[in-house]
């Protein structure tokens, strides 16, 4: 049973920081791709960032880049989310997911696991 585990949100002033973490456990953690995806009260469920298995390749969305990033410690099946620079509109329940296969991958449908979310609120 893969469980993913997220933490780190909380409430930061526009212009702040936070660094989210995802634990997982169960399946191998290395072999998988791993994406934090973002959804905002009235809006759909939408890609942050996706790192590949081995944390080679990264992807972003064009809304966070430069701001946001991912990275990952396989000893310790964790990736992580460093977001600088935060606006209000980032306000939103983070999520973290692992991916069918070793590539990123923007597609939400790419993703079998995910966690229960952290909120994470900017506040102007």
């Known amino acids: 049973q893969v469980q993913v585990v997220e933490s780190g949100g909380g409430l930061v002033q526009a212009g702040g920081s936070l660094r989210l973490s995802c634990a997982t456990s169960?399946?191998?953690?290395?072999?998988?791709?791993m994406g934090w995806f973002r959804q905002a009260p009235g809006k759909e469920r939408e890609f942050v960032a996706s790192?590949?298995?081995?944390?080679?390749?990264?992807d972003y969305a064009g809304s966070v880049k430069g701001r946001f990033t991912i990275s990952r410690d396989n000893a310790k099946n964790t990736v992580y989310l460093q977001m600088n620079s935060l606006k209000p509109d980032d306000t939103a329940v983070y999520y973290c997911?692992?991916?069918?296969?070793?590539?990123?991958?923007?597609?939400?449908?790419?993703?079998?696991?995910w966690g229960q979310g952290t909120q994470v609120t900017v506040s102007s």
């Open positions: 169960g399946g191998t953690f290395s072999r998988h791709a």
């Open positions: 790192i590949s298995s081995w944390g080679t390749d990264t």
């Open positions: 997911a692992r991916a069918y296969s070793r590539s990123t991958s923007q597609t939400i449908h790419d993703y079998n696991y």
